[in-house]
């Protein structure tokens, strides 16, 4: 494994590997690797012959300089793990390199990133935005991995991909959970037992209302409702939001659309969570 910080070493690794004739994939990561990421790395490992792991903690996606500070730092753990797993490149660039002084143009998503987590998080979407163009412009892959955990993110990715042209497949692998149900997630290890505990309300009630759902309760306000203040009451919980959408257009549809997204996010304490199922769906695939 390469492990490099360099746009033109990365460049030049990807480069040759393409005059071999090498179908490139890339996982972009923030680091503090969890089975989530592994799950996609697993899928570009099977999928492409040159699978490239990006870390990088991208501050301008943090609205909240805090949770900026705390998010985990786990290079060398990171590293083991991507070795472990059969990577062939890790670029893992600093700050100078990816926003080089002077640097003035950012992506910006439109709509899609102006709801749910955009309206709660404002500059979120134009931060990630932003850093996937560029990562994607310096690894140049034929695919790139995102988890469905991120359900509103991948449907940005999407859209960006389309409308500047990158010739890219995005592949949406399933969310991985812990046997309590709580989605993995890089923020869960900041949890403190109780709070985890909490947490886990998060997968119950959207289990619940795909149930319900599934089980043919198809009044999609009184669901939406339903969801709304089951959250609501749950002590220790903060919710931001809790709706079911349109899973291609993430608009609160009154119609039996399908395919149709259940989407929470709230904080416990000052940990904030977000989670989504496919009601359709009988597994977490997309
Ligand atoms: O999902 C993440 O970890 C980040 O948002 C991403 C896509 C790596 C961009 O920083």
């Known amino acids: 494994m390469r492990t490099t910080g360099s746009v033109t070493e990365v460049r030049e690794l990807i480069a040759e590997a393409r005059r071999a004739g090498s179908r490139v994939g890339v996982v972009p990561t923030m680091g503090a690797l969890h089975r ?26 943090f609205n909240d300089p805090d949770d900026f500070l705390r998010y985990p730092r786990r290079l060398q753990d990171d590293l083991d793990t991507c070795r472990g797993k059969g ?7 600093d700050e100078q390199t990816i926003y080089p002084p002077g640097g003035q143009t950012t992506v910006d998503v439109g709509h899609l990133g102006t709801l749910f987590e955009g309206q709660h998080r404002p500059g979120h979407f134009q931060g990630v935005a932003t850093v996937v163009v560029k990562m994607l412009n310096i690894t140049t892959p034929d695919t790139a991995f995102f988890g469905q955990k991120d359900f509103q993110q991948q449907l940005v990715i999407r859209q960006l ?17 812990d046997d309590d149900g709580l ?23 959207l289990r619940h209302a795909r149930e319900q759902w599934q089980n043919g309760f198809n009044d999609l306000p009184a669901l939406r409702q339903q969801l709304r203040e089951q959250l609501e009451s749950t002590p220790g919980l903060e919710l931001d939001y809790a709706t079911i959408v349109d899973a291609n257009t ?20 000052n940990i904030r969570l977000i989670d989504n199922l496919l009601l359709n769906a009988t597994s977490e695939t997309a």
Request: proline residues 6%; aromatic residues 2%.
């Open 36 to 61: 989530g990421h592994t799950s996609l790395i697993e899928a570009a490992v099977a999928g492409c012959d040159l699978v490239v792991v990006t870390l990088f903690v991208n501050g301008p996606q």
């Open 87 to 93: 990577v062939d490149v890790v670029f893992a660039p």
């Open 161 to 177: 991909c389309q409308d500047l042209h990158l010739p890219i497949d995005i592949v949406t692998c399933p969310t991985i959970r």
């Open 183 to 205: 989605a993995l997630s890089s923020r869960n290890v900041l949890l403190a037992p109780e709070q985890r505990v909490i947490a886990t309300s998060l997968s119950r009630v």
């Open 250 to 269: 993430l608009e609160e549809t009154t119609a039996d659309s399908d395919p149709l997204v259940a989407l929470v996010a709230a904080s416990v304490g």
